[in-house]
């Protein structure tokens, strides 16, 4: 039961912690959100991935974790053997991306995933979902009171991006 419980509680802090990097990432891309929100919004999504994932995701997610035992293999600039293409078939950019043999990547929203893999569960599933619902909703309800008569192309943004989110990830509860 105990164990059960905890599962449930990593499972929904990895989703906020999740749902939190979002909103951050967002925030700082739309530079509407004053920086006591940006901060408030940095130290929730941090606690809860300490919280969910321990010391070892905030370090993947800095990039100083270990590397994935599974991502081992090299890809050169003469051809990809998975893509089944010779080197002048590759398309330019694609190769000179994964030419560098370095798998990691320097955006820190695409190192979320792995620092998060080990706390996600289907209670991640539900909250992530609830939570994409709940921002879907919200932006609704906004829309509906606003003052204004055209209201922010933003809130119509998180509108779409909630409710399809929702929907998107639905099914993963069911599985």
């Not at 939190?20 to 940006?38: G, H, I, N, Q, Y």
């Not at 991502?71 to 190769?95: I, K, N, V």
Request: proline share 6%; net charge negative; aromatic share 6%.
């Amino acid at each position: 039961m105990r164990s059960e419980l905890v599962r449930a509680l990593r499972g929904i802090l990895a989703a906020v912690s999740l749902l939190s990097f979002a909103a951050l990432f967002l925030a700082l891309e739309a530079r509407v959100a004053s920086p006591t929100v940006l901060g408030g919004l940095a130290a929730v999504a941090v606690a809860t991935l300490l919280a969910a994932a321990g010391r070892s995701g905030v370090r993947r997610l800095l990039g100083r974790g270990d590397p994935d035992p599974d991502d081992t293999a090299e890809t050169t600039a003469e051809g990809d053997a998975w893509l089944d293409e010779a080197g002048d078939e590759t398309p330019w950019t694609d190769r000179a991306d994964r030419a560098g043999g370095d798998s990691g990547t320097d955006w820190p929203l695409a190192r979320l995933e792995p620092a998060l893999d080990d706390a996600w569960n289907r209670w991640s599933d539900a909250a992530l979902t609830g939570g994409l619902a709940a921002l879907g909703f919200g932006s609704l309800a906004l829309i509906a009171v606003y003052p204004g008569g055209d209201p922010p192309l933003g809130l119509l943004l998180l509108v779409a991006f909630g409710l399809n989110g929702a929907l998107v990830t639905l099914p993963f509860l069911f599985k």
